[in-house]
């Protein structure tokens, strides 16, 4: 086997056939990048989903002094018997697993905290922070409406919060996108199938006199097949790193840019990234492969 | 070294098969020629021994193999035994001289020393000494053919086929050519040449096999192209 030799004929297709080439990398560059962030998208929503899962699932707003929803405008901030009383609501209730009170100094830090980076927080006044119950549920999807229905309305309970509403809707915007996106990556990826095969079949053709002449001087299949194959494959692996830079980007950009509007560090490790990344060459070096392999067997019989 | 037992070939769609029941031996060493007019089934005959074409029935052997239990993964390896030269030459016209030939190696796997040695050896025995650099539009017909011939036989094979290897050259030129493939056959290479040039068989003297409708007409040593009888 001559590598140098396999090599030299792989440059002269891609070369030969560049405008088809260049064509062929930015197919699958784009829809490997759409693939990837589809699979970003889905592990976002996961490691979301974990997230919450081990958090807590409703939140119980108590009173303050400058609070203007209906049940405290008259009565004033949260009295200390007003918090016991809700307190033993609470814990009576058997799908609550655990009831923590946190009081609104506690609040205010970990909301400083939590919207370091944010302008909110400079605005937010000790004052405005309520103190409140947060809660843990057995069953967060059942129990949620359930239990926010005993508190609220009740004496010194400014509102009930349940986390799940609010994710919801980040999950819905999550996976509609991870939909789209994977849809419009598969009608790419057929896309890059077809221009995959035009490309060998065109470099098949360009080179016939080559190959019809290796044939006869009694080259072996493979070694009539391999540059072709190669050089399926190096479009491919072309492709293959461009959308791997996109995915860098629709990483640091998209996904960790949408964390500022989500106060809690969930935002996708490295290690998920380059799980991803290689999913996609996998894919592509597949695709690419195969295909070539598959027109090859077409044209280039021997 | 070519053994035809009652091959008969008939292509898809043709009433008429391209060859009929032809059984012909041809020895190691020999130098034949295969005439007859266009249509008479020398192109077939020739794809037969090099596997590009199965028969419809009948047996063929090729330098010890019976072709019809030969894989298609090793028929590169009985192409690498048969040499081929062609009417229109099917040189590269991006590569020179040398580099024409060394291809039919590298094609095949062989070493760059190997190469090395054996092209310039070769180039020398169909006489293109100093034109190894030449690319295949500045050289005649004559000279292309010479190539074609010399990447041919490069690889020392056991048979060479010549498909009308003087068809676009003209007659003092096919002299040469001729020359040239006596003395590969002199190296003990078995020749096979399919031509309509009289002029040329007539002035060799060597075995002729006629045919015609797909049938072997006539087989004659040291024959002339003309009828015998």
């Given at each position: 086997m001559?590598?140098?030799?396999v090599?030299?004929e792989?440059?002269?297709?891609?070369?030969?056939?560049?405008?088809?080439t260049?064509a062929l990398?930015v197919?699958?560059?784009?829809?490997?990048s759409?693939?990837?962030t589809?699979?970003?998208?889905?592990?976002?929503?996961?490691s979301?989903?974990?997230?919450?899962?081990?958090?807590v699932?409703l939140?119980?707003?108590?009173?303050?002094?400058s609070?203007?929803y209906g049940?405290c405008?008259?009565?004033?901030?949260v009295?200390?018997?007003e918090?016991?009383?809700?307190?033993?609501?609470?814990t009576?209730?058997?799908d609550?697993?655990?009831?923590?009170?946190v009081?609104a100094?506690a609040?205010y830090?970990l909301f400083r905290?939590?919207?370091?980076s944010?302008p909110?927080?400079?605005y937010?006044l000790?004052?405005?922070?309520?103190?409140?119950?947060?809660?843990?549920?057995r069953?967060?999807?059942?129990?949620?409406d359930p239990?926010?229905?005993?508190?609220?309305g009740?004496p010194?309970?400014?509102?009930?919060?349940n986390?799940?509403?609010i994710?919801d809707?980040f999950?819905?915007?999550?996976?509609?996108a991870r939909?789209?996106v994977?849809?419009?990556?598969?009608f790419?990826?057929?896309a890059?199938?077809?221009?995959?095969?035009?490309?060998?079949r065109?470099?098949?053709f360009?080179?016939?006199?080559?190959?019809?002449?290796?044939?006869?001087?009694?080259a072996?299949?493979?070694?009539?097949q391999?540059?072709?194959?190669v050089?399926?494959?190096?479009?491919g692996?072309?492709g293959?790193?461009?959308?791997?830079?996109?995915?860098?980007l629709?990483k640091?950009?998209?996904?960790?840019?949408?964390?500022q509007?989500f106060p809690?560090?969930?935002?996708l490790?490295t290690?998920?990234?380059?799980e991803v990344v290689i999913?996609?060459?996998?894919?592509?070096l597949?695709?690419?492969g195969?295909t070539?392999f598959?027109?090859l067997r077409r044209y280039?019989?021997? | 070294?070519i053994?035809?037992?009652?091959?008969t070939k008939?292509?898809?769609?043709q009433?008429?098969?391209?060859l009929?029941n032809?059984?012909?031996?041809v020895?190691?060493?020999?130098f034949?020629?295969?005439v007859g007019p266009s249509g008479?089934?020398?192109?077939?005959?020739l794809?037969l021994?090099?596997?590009?074409?199965r028969?419809?029935s009948?047996?063929?052997?090729v330098a010890?193999?019976?072709?019809?239990r030969?894989?298609?993964?090793?028929?590169?390896?009985l192409?690498r035994?048969i040499?081929?030269?062609f009417?229109?030459f099917?040189l590269?016209p991006?590569?020179?001289v040398y580099?024409?030939?060394?291809?039919?190696?590298?094609?095949i796997?062989?070493?760059?020393q190997f190469?090395?040695?054996?092209?310039?050896?070769v180039?020398?025995?169909v006489?293109l000494?100093?034109?190894?650099?030449r690319?295949?539009d500045?050289?005649?017909?004559?000279?292309q053919?010479?190539?074609a011939m010399a990447?041919?036989?490069?690889?020392r094979?056991?048979?060479l086929l010549?498909d009308?290897?003087t068809g676009?050259?003209?007659?003092a030129?096919s002299?040469g050519i001729?020359?040239?493939?006596?003395?590969i056959n002199?190296t003990?290479?078995?020749?096979?040449m399919?031509?309509?040039?009289?002029?040329?068989?007539?002035s060799?003297?060597?075995?002729?096999i006629?045919?015609?409708?797909?049938?072997v007409?006539r087989d004659?040593?040291?024959?002339?192209y003309g009828q015998?009888?």
């Amino acid at each position: 086997m001559r590598a140098q030799f396999v090599f030299h004929e792989v440059w002269i297709g891609l070369r030969r056939n560049l405008t088809m080439t260049i064509a062929l990398v930015v197919v699958v560059a784009i829809s490997l990048s759409l693939l990837g962030t589809g699979l970003l998208f889905v592990k976002q929503v996961d490691s979301t989903r974990t997230f919450w899962q081990s958090r807590v699932q409703l939140s119980v707003y108590l009173c303050t002094t400058s609070d203007l929803y209906g049940n405290c405008k008259q009565n004033g901030a949260v009295t200390p018997a007003e918090i016991q009383s809700i307190k033993q609501q609470l814990t009576s209730n058997k799908d609550v697993t655990s009831a923590t009170f946190v009081s609104a100094k506690a609040n205010y830090t970990l909301f400083r905290q939590e919207f370091a980076s944010n302008p909110v927080e400079k605005y937010a006044l000790p004052d405005q922070i309520p103190a409140s119950f947060e809660i843990r549920l057995r069953n967060t999807q059942a129990d949620a409406d359930p239990v926010s229905e005993v508190v609220d309305g009740y004496p010194g309970v400014s509102d009930v919060v349940n986390d799940s509403t609010i994710l919801d809707q980040f999950y819905k915007l999550l996976d509609g996108a991870r939909n789209a996106v994977v849809v419009i990556a598969i009608f790419l990826l057929v896309a890059a199938i077809m221009l995959v095969a035009n490309t060998i079949r065109l470099s098949a053709f360009n080179r016939r006199r080559e190959t019809s002449i290796m044939r006869l001087v009694g080259a072996s299949n493979f070694y009539v097949q391999l540059p072709f194959l190669v050089e399926g494959m190096i479009a491919g692996l072309l492709g293959w790193l461009v959308s791997t830079g996109l995915l860098v980007l629709v990483k640091s950009l998209l996904l960790d840019s949408l964390q500022q509007y989500f106060p809690y560090g969930i935002s996708l490790s490295t290690a998920d990234l380059i799980e991803v990344v290689i999913v996609a060459m996998i894919i592509g070096l597949l695709i690419c492969g195969i295909t070539s392999f598959l027109t090859l067997r077409r044209y280039l019989r021997v | 070294m070519i053994h035809f037992d009652n091959v008969t070939k008939t292509y898809p769609n043709q009433g008429r098969p391209a060859l009929e029941n032809v059984s012909l031996d041809v020895e190691k060493g020999e130098f034949v020629f295969l005439v007859g007019p266009s249509g008479s089934g020398k192109s077939t005959f020739l794809r037969l021994v090099l596997k590009e074409e199965r028969p419809s029935s009948g047996r063929i052997h090729v330098a010890g193999r019976d072709l019809a239990r030969l894989t298609n993964w090793n028929v590169p390896h009985l192409r690498r035994r048969i040499g081929c030269v062609f009417q229109d030459f099917r040189l590269l016209p991006n590569k020179n001289v040398y580099q024409n030939i060394a291809f039919a190696l590298e094609v095949i796997g062989k070493p760059r020393q190997f190469i090395r040695k054996v092209a310039p050896e070769v180039i020398d025995l169909v006489g293109l000494e100093g034109k190894r650099d030449r690319m295949p539009d500045e050289l005649s017909g004559g000279e292309q053919q010479r190539v074609a011939m010399a990447r041919a036989f490069v690889n020392r094979p056991m048979i060479l086929l010549a498909d009308e290897p003087t068809g676009n050259i003209d007659p003092a030129t096919s002299i040469g050519i001729m020359k040239v493939l006596d003395r590969i056959n002199r190296t003990g290479t078995t020749v096979v040449m399919a031509t309509h040039d009289a002029a040329i068989v007539d002035s060799m003297r060597k075995r002729v096999i006629e045919l015609e409708y797909g049938k072997v007409v006539r087989d004659q040593s040291r024959g002339v192209y003309g009828q015998a009888y």
